[in-house]
């Protein structure tokens, strides 16, 4: 299978990123409804050597979507828990993940005034690497 698909199967896999998000997200496409997470190939070198590919390093840019900043960092941790272990899922072997970068979105609201004057929508984005190979 493709590095989406067992991606995609993971994210399902977890009950609890489940839960928060149902089906919501999917591949380089913001669909409608809150909370949500997508994904974006970032970089995917395939190298080779004389007897075929080595193993795959893929850089996938895991965005999540949420209605406050608090929602959003927590699904973030979920995500980061859920994808970093090592695991074969629908014909792909993963190594243990990388996390390259994470990006916050906006701060927590705080007490007192409320930071946001218009709706808007609280993103949070992890860079992951994925060393990967078919099972």
Known sequence: MTLEVALTARASADVQLTDAI?????????LTGLPEITFQTVADPRPEHFK???PRQTTVQVDVWAATA?????????????????DVV???????AVIA???A?????????????????ARESIDIIFTHTPA
């Open 105 to 121: 979105g906006a701060e927590p609201e705080q007490s007192g005034e409320p930071q946001r004057f218009r709706e808007e929508i």
């Open 52 to 54: 075929g590919f080595q």
């Open 22 to 30: 149902g089906a919501a997200g999917g591949w380089t496409r913001r």
């Open 90 to 96: 629908e014909g792909v072997r993963f190594q243990r």
């Open 101 to 103: 970068n994470v990006r």
């Open 70 to 86: 608090g929602e959003a960092a927590a699904l973030r941790e979920r995500c980061i828990a859920t994808f970093i272990k090592a």
